[in-house]
């Protein structure tokens, strides 16, 4: 069982930066995949990044790639989105979620086992 606590979330202007946290619990966190996800209003959850349990191995969606930064530290049971050159449609609810798939970075939500309760980034133009 993991559990998941996103934090970081905020109002920023377009072309700044957050950084968002999400810290988990268990013994086991070492051994999920962990990926970050985003719902903006009216649409579907969409994959954002994700990275191996090692951390050796990441993966991005088109629109973020270059902007966006998926971390780890398996020290501290957390992981990281850095995000940079915010645009207003990166504007969403972002979840934190784990999967006990080792090394998955997919972006098939039904392959996350766990998930967070989300925070909200808004991005103004």
């Known amino acids: 069982q993991v559990q998941l606590v996103e934090s970081g979330g905020g109002l920023v202007q377009a072309g700044g930066s957050l950084r968002l946290s999400c810290a988990a619990s268990g013994r086991a966190f070492s051994s999920y995949s962990m990926a970050w996800f985003r719902q903006a209003p009216g649409k579907e959850r969409e994959f954002v990044a994700a990275v191996i349990s090692s951390g050796g191995s990441t993966s991005y969606a088109a629109s973020v790639k270059g902007r966006f930064t998926i971390s780890r530290d398996n020290a501290k049971n957390m992981v990281y989105l850095q995000m940079n050159s915010l645009k207003a449609e990166d504007t969403a609810v972002y979840y934190c979620?784990?999967?006990?798939?080792?090394?998955?970075?997919?972006?098939?939500?039904?392959?996350?086992?766990?998930w967070g309760q989300g925070t909200q980034v808004t991005v103004s133009s």
């Open positions: 979620a784990a999967s006990a798939l080792r090394y998955y970075t997919g972006n098939n939500p039904t392959n996350y086992n766990y």
